[in-house]
């Protein structure tokens, strides 16, 4: 989403490393072309002339203009105002004491409003919660079934009353028979329109002033721009927002809104959608989404991705593999594991340094399905010893597979290598397989060679030394 900003912030940074000493006329130059790349990312100019004022005043302080390392110095200083701008957030949703807690979701249509109430319905579940769906959305004929679909994939139950006409009775229905199922989060589906109205406005501020919802959140497109900003801050004026739910934040989009919505209503931006798919809403972190825009990676939000995949039993269990040597079947599993984190390149971007260079990388997202195809074509004895295959059971497996011999061949040659780099990592401490993890990650990105890892091994004595050892173990 950030893409074009960040390669423009690197840019600046990148300029600023010939400098000797940062000076006013260099940090005034820098700004310069901080304030153009915003404003491409189609940020209010407002927020963007607020920004550059406040990075300049604290770059020019006397502490800084002694520093020896201007790109340093500007780096912390934007990262730093970066997340003033978008934050501070706290992700969590209050439950209230007494259930059930009431979420209102308020948005325009198309932006994607009924599929972010399933995907906090899953949210709150993985917390613990039974939250139920209400459909009172009914301007669009497909709300209901579209929310039923929702419902039964996630299990959740769905308050919903076709002959109904008028959503406060929907609502209010609702929360009663939440009651009564021991339901302990409800979730109002709420219509939308095309474009802000006072119809709109209206009916959802009937509801609010009635229903009382303990927090009611604004669906926003950010493939919108500045007029997701617009529409943010006229439902503020007519509900009192307690946060925003930004969606298809995995478009190419410039990213404006994420930068100023904070800025211009006061509302912070609580959850983002990444992608389609019912588990592809995370919490906002203004602190990462900061080192992302500046090319610093996001190492928490991928430790933190890996984590939802690995119960503890089953990280020792892998630990414990990994020391003795992975099969090719349990390389299969981390391959299933690392495809429900996400796609290969939102995987990569998280890496500190790779943020820049994948654009400039070729990266195949079939290659892991091709790679799970000849895993699976292969009998569970060449799974566990790849040694054991030959030039025939090459052809059987690369036919099986629907790929070719030599692409079996380089599977096993890069499972091997990648087989014994975890063994040395399993050795390692945590500080250094991460020095590792990373400095291999971005050679490879940049076509280069495994990097050379310091590490004490025990050296292997010469042939002529093994010899005279054993001449006077003789003697003896």
Known sequence: MFEALSDRFNDVFRNLKGVGRISEKNVRDAMREVRTALLEADVHISVVKQFCDDVLAKSLGDEVIKTLHPEQVMIKVVHDELVRLMGPVDPRIPFVAQPPTVILMAGLQGSGKTTTCGKLARMVMQQKKHPMLVAADLQRPAAIDQLEVLGGQLGVPVHADRNEKNPLKVCRGAIAAARKQNRDVVILDTAGRLAVDEALMGEISQIANVIQPHQIYLVCDAMTGQDAVNSSKAFNDALELDGV????????????????IKAVTGKPIKFIGVGEKLDNLEAFHPDRMAGRILGMGDVVSLVEK???????????????????????????????????????????????????????????????????????????????????????????????????????????????QARDMMKMMSGMGMADRMKLGTQFAQMSAMGGKMPKFKTKVKARPRREDRKAKRKRRRRK
């Not at 739910?245 to 100023?260: M, Q």
């Open 306 to 416: 890996a984590q939802q995949q690995y119960t503890e039993d089953e990280a020792a269990t892998l630990q414990k593999k990994m020391e003795k040597g992975l099969s090719l079947q349990d390389f299969l599993g981390q391959i299933k594991k690392m495809q429900s984190m996400g796609s290969m390149k939102s995987i990569l971007k998280m890496i500190p340094g790779l943020g820049s260079e994948i654009k400039h990388m070729d990266v195949d997202e079939d290659e892991i399905k091709r790679m799970e195809a000849i895993i699976l074509s292969m009998t569970p004895k060449e799974r566990t010893q790849p040694s054991v295959i030959d030039a025939s059971r090459r052809r059987r497996i690369a036919a099986g597979s629907g790929t070719e011999p030599a692409d079996v061949s380089g599977l096993v040659k890069s499972f091997s």
């Open 245 to 260: 739910i930004l969606t298809k934040f995995d478009s190419d989009t410039r990213g404006g809104a994420a930068l100023a």
